[in-house]
């Protein structure tokens, strides 16, 4: 069983910047493929960024391709989503996930995912 412990999240004017942190009790995190997620008020919840074990390969939903990235520092166990240029659309709440299973590509589907953490508040305000 993985822990998920997202950090970061807040209030922040369109235009500005947030840091997420995920930090996940795996023994190997390098085992897993880490995803981050979102869901806004009354919508589905959709993909936003993932990215290998080993922190290559990384996938990101087009809408936030060159305002996100996300990284990995392994010797931490914690996940990274800098998110600049913040847009309200952007406002939603934002799930950290881990992939524990033997893919050999980077999982971007939600399916794919084994455990989830319990989310953290954007909110961009316009």
């Known amino acids: 069983q993985v822990q998920l412990v997202e950090s970061g999240g807040g209030l922040v004017q369109a235009g500005g910047s947030l840091r997420l942190s995920c930090t996940a009790s795996a023994r190997t995190f390098t085992s897993y493929a880490m995803g981050w997620f979102r869901q806004a008020s009354g919508k589905e919840r959709e993909f936003v960024a993932a990215i290998s074990r080993i922190g290559d390969n990384p996938y990101y939903l087009d809408s936030v391709k060159g305002r996100f990235t996300i990284s990995r520092h392994n010797a931490q166990n914690t996940v990274f989503l800098q998110m600049n240029r913040l847009e309200p659309e952007d406002t939603a709440v934002y799930y950290c996930?881990?992939?524990?299973?033997?893919?050999?590509?980077?999982?971007?589907?939600?399916?794919?995912?084994?455990?989830w953490g319990q989310g953290t508040q954007v909110t961009v305000s316009s």
């Open positions: 996930a881990a992939e524990g299973g033997s893919r050999l590509y980077t999982p971007v589907l939600a399916s794919e995912f084994d455990y």
